[in-house]
């Protein structure tokens, strides 16, 4: 019974959390002023906003006692900020941050939730992702504000990307939407 009650209030507590319209203003995490006018875009996410996540995201994993490489690309794709934490090699850890961010802006949800789907039977979800190049690995997220897409996240090396990434925009941004507790969401 007791049980029931908590599941029951921790899923109240997520749709209130869903629910609750972010605090944020969108002008303080993007471009703004001549630099905006220069390329005549209005929702790319700033590189101090961008440096602020994988901040967090870096302290997160130092204070878990691993290391994690982060990688914040605007709305388009391009790299914005890149962080590497030391004793991270190869491929696996360094060029995966940006095909998980990769397929956040492709698809603007997280790359855990392509992943969930191909691993369970979903045959066209596998064939967009071959087709449009989707590295469909947990640690990729959207990155949304005042209901704009202003860019992603992806983190990886650590055994907590998504989580990582997510309490990095949550800490930065204000409340994200919850993580969908049926897909696992670390590497």
């Known amino acids: 019974m007791r049980a029931a ?15 609750a319209p ?8 993007v471009v703004t002023g001549d630099a905006a006018l220069r390329t005549q875009e209005k929702n790319e996410i700033s590189l101090d906003t961008a440096r602020r996540i994988a901040q967090h995201c870096e302290a997160a994993a130092r204070e878990a006692g691993e290391a994690a490489s982060i990688a914040i690309l605007n709305q388009f794709g391009e790299q914005v900020y890149y962080l590497r934490m030391d004793g991270l090699r190869g491929p696996r850890q360094l060029e995966a941050p940006v095909l998980k961010a990769r ?14 789907r191909i ?5 066209d979800k596998f064939h ?15 990155i949304v504000v005042d209901d704009q897409f202003i860019g992603a996240i992806g983190v990886g090396g650590s055994s907590f990307n998504e989580r990582c990434g997510y309490d990095a925009l ?3 941004l204000g409340p994200q939407p919850p993580l969908d507790p049926t897909v696992r969401t670390g590497d």
Request: glycine residues 8%; proline residues 5%.
């Open 119 to 123: 691993n369970n039977g979903d045959t």
């Open 170 to 172: 949550t800490a930065v």
């Open 128 to 142: 967009q992702g071959f087709f449009w190049n989707i590295f469909p690995t947990g640690g990729g997220l959207p």
């Open 103 to 116: 397929a956040a802006i492709i698809t603007h949800e997280p790359s855990s939730v392509t992943n969930y």
């Open 5 to 19: 009650y908590l599941l029951s209030a921790a899923l109240l507590t997520c749709a209130a959390f869903a629910a």
């Open 22 to 29: 972010a605090k944020a203003q969108i002008e303080q995490f």
